[in-house]
């Protein structure tokens, strides 16, 4: 993919991009602390730090935002309801277009 | 080293060697709660990972069992004030003349 990204469209996908990476990372804070402060053996402790190992991991992998790449990472936080399309309103036409075709097929 | 443990030394260094692993990981569970509990950011939960993994690494490395090198870990442990030397009576007096050697040197 070889979109032409303009200056406010760049504005507005980091600032949907940022308060996803925010709100997600919010959650996986509650969710970690949850767990944690239900361990009781070393096992637990041991299975939580793993945890974290792979979350952060996949965390950093989804939350690319290299423009290359930056249409699958925004049609995925969609599907995911992490963002709304009608937060991406700003972007070109033939973005919103991709992202709906992404969308239409689906199993991301 | 090439120390020949008897059958009522083994037991015994079993033993205390098994109750100062409980004793540690008790510790370890109860400080990582606590961290777990203090965490806000996302970056203190990294530090917290990173934490995790260092310290399961070094305790897989300080309770080594094998009868090679079980005379040091058990110097270490009384050093650390982990396990008493008393607890440790009913070792040959090589072994025991041993580990107050190791210890005279410190440093470990």
């Known amino acids: 993919m070889n979109f032409h990204w ?5 504005r507005l996908a980091r ?5 996803a990476v925010q709100a997600e ?9 949850r767990k ?8 637990e402790m ?5 945890f974290l190992e792979r979350t952060r991991y996949e965390f950093d992998h989804k939350y690319d935002y290299r423009y290359s790449v930056l249409i699958f990472v925004l049609a995925r936080l969609v599907r995911e309801g ?3 399309v009608e ?6 036409a033939d973005k919103l277009e991709h992202i709906h075709r992404i ?4 199993g991301m």
Chains 1, 2 share one sequence.
């Open 103 to 106: 969308l239409s097929v689906g």
């Open 15 to 19: 600032a949907v991009f940022d308060s």
């Open 6 to 10: 303009t200056q406010s469209e760049k």
């Open 87 to 92: 937060d991406l309103e700003g972007l070109s």
């Open 46 to 50: 041991w299975a939580l730090q793993e």
């Open 25 to 33: 990372l919010a959650e996986l804070i509650a969710e970690f602390k």
């Open 36 to 43: 944690a402060a239900a361990v009781e053996s070393s096992d």
């Open 82 to 84: 992490r963002i709304k």
